[in-house]
């Protein structure tokens, strides 16, 4: 073949995109995103990022410290250690009433959202479809995608209290739903379900024989009463994995350590994975986990009473200013209205920022139906809290005196 033809064939090839099509469609994390932005600019009161301001815990960082001057640096079982797994089974038996072996039923990871990661891979085939509660945490429906199935979101509203209505997750099951994907105390909203709630949606879960993924990572940030966990159920309990972790009630994010209690085969299914990915998380954080659950208690509750009083300010004074604020049951999350501004989600963020040096997170970061409302993270101290509320109430004064005008 001469060389003027080989040329001519080559050119007919097409080059292959080197980034999988279900990853380059994939977009970024609307939190991060507009952080980038804060990051350029000065003299900002960040409400924006879901990460206590409290340091971790003098015990706690302790024994890490210890497990450094131990020399514990080394692998610890895939599944973690069975130390940490057996407080974990306990701590689970107690706050949230339903029991695990911790030798086949739990699983210590990188985090929650490793073990989120796990599970959607564990379980779902292409083309199976996932249903989550929107607003939510922004890596669900991403987590769904990565692991190559559809997303399907179910709107939750203000009028509710942002509670997931059982009607219309019944409503969006198809054939090809697999999971069941549920976040309470809910990030974004601060918003909670009852214990009568759960069990509507439990028999739900039963009659489809659905999958059910229960994130409870804020789960001690529960204001009210602390209520069973969904796995504990009838007929939950073979169908549910309870994800949970120490980065939020315990103020230990920078130690990724997360956990996973189910049935032994879903289990052993995420372990399969996790050896071949993380293989284990952190033998320091692990150590660190036993103390939280052993000795942390404490300082958690005097954590959460300050969130508590943190939340009352804040809900009162965007309540006081004209954004309408669904009293948050747990979590460090408030979702106020901004609609009455005029302006969207995105445009309210970008200019109270730039105009008031104030951050917050637009609502649409949390899925479409998040359009019209704000996240303000009051994980801030309170003199913080206060100057930003002032800032942004002159902000919203600003803006309707503006609309007048207009008129």
């Known amino acids: 073949m001469s060389v003027s033809k080989l040329s001519r064939n080559?050119?007919?090839?097409?080059?292959?995109?080197?980034?999988?099509?279900?990853?380059?469609?994939?977009?970024?994390?609307?939190?991060?995103?507009?952080?980038?932005?804060?990051?350029?600019?000065?003299?900002?009161?960040?409400?924006?990022?879901?990460?206590?301001?409290f340091v971790t815990p003098w015990s706690i960082r302790e024994a890490a410290i210890y497990a450094l001057q131990k020399g514990f640096t080394s692998y610890t079982s895939n599944l973690g250690m069975l130390s940490l797994r057996k407080a974990v089974c306990r701590y689970v038996d107690d706050e949230y009433g339903a029991k695990y072996d911790p030798v086949t039923e739990c699983i210590i990871t990188v985090g929650v959202s490793e073990a989120l990661d796990l599970i959607l891979r564990a379980i779902l085939e292409p083309g199976d479809e996932v249903i989550y509660q929107e607003p939510s945490y922004v890596s669900y429906p991403a987590s769904i995608v990565m692991a190559l199935a559809k997303p399907v979101?179910?709107?939750?509203?203000?009028?509710?209290?942002?509670?997931?209505?059982?009607?219309?997750?019944?409503?969006?099951?198809?054939?090809?739903?697999?999971?069941?994907?549920?976040?309470?105390?809910?990030?974004?909203?601060?918003?909670?379900?009852?214990?009568?709630?759960?069990?509507?949606?439990?028999?739900?879960?039963?009659?489809?024989?659905?999958?059910?993924?229960?994130?409870?990572?804020?789960?001690?940030?529960?204001?009210?009463?602390?209520?069973?966990?969904?796995?504990?159920?009838?007929?939950?309990?073979?169908?549910?994995?309870?994800?949970?972790?120490?980065?939020?009630?315990?103020?230990?994010?920078?130690?990724?350590?997360?956990?996973?209690?189910?049935?032994?085969?879903?289990?052993?299914?995420?372990?399969?994975?996790?050896?071949?990915?993380?293989?284990?998380?952190?033998?320091?954080?692990?150590?660190?986990?036993?103390?939280?659950?052993?000795?942390?208690?404490?300082?958690?509750?005097?954590?959460?009473?300050?969130?508590?009083?943190?939340?009352?300010?804040i809900v009162k004074r965007l309540n006081e200013m004209g954004l309408t604020c669904v009293m948050p049951e747990g979590a460090f999350y408030a979702f106020p209205n901004i609609t009455s501004t005029g302006i969207s989600s995105k445009e309210f963020c970008t200019r109270l920022l730039q105009e008031k040096r104030v951050a917050v997170v637009p609502g649409t970061a949390f899925g479409p139906s998040g359009e019209g409302y704000v996240r303000c993270a009051y994980a801030a101290g309170m003199d913080e809290i206060e100057t930003a509320m002032t800032r942004m109430a002159e902000f919203v004064q600003e803006l309707k005196s503006g609309k007048k005008k207009a008129k």
């Open 10 to 53: 080559h050119k007919k090839i097409q080059p292959r995109g080197r980034v999988a099509e279900h990853i380059r469609g994939l977009p970024k994390s609307g939190i991060r995103d507009f952080f980038e932005l804060v990051n350029t600019m000065d003299d900002v009161i960040s409400l924006g990022i879901g990460e206590p301001d």
């Open 153 to 313: 979101p179910v709107a939750t509203y203000e009028k509710d209290k942002f509670a997931l209505d059982p009607k219309r997750l019944e409503a969006a099951i198809t054939p090809k739903t697999k999971a069941l994907l549920l976040n309470f105390p809910n990030n974004p909203t601060g918003a909670n379900i009852s214990l009568a709630q759960k069990r509507e949606i439990a028999k739900i879960a039963v009659k489809h024989d659905l999958v059910v993924l229960t994130d409870e990572i804020y789960s001690e940030l529960t204001y009210g009463k602390m209520e069973p966990t969904i796995a504990s159920l009838p007929g939950m309990r073979e169908r549910t994995v309870f994800l949970h972790g120490f980065s939020k009630a315990f103020a230990m994010t920078g130690f990724r350590i997360g956990y996973a209690c189910g049935p032994h085969e879903l289990i052993d299914a995420m372990m399969k994975i996790h050896q071949y990915s993380m293989l284990c998380a952190s033998s320091v954080g692990q150590s660190a986990a036993i103390a939280a659950l052993q000795d942390g208690r404490g300082e958690m509750l005097k954590m959460k009473k300050e969130y508590m009083q943190r939340r009352n300010v």
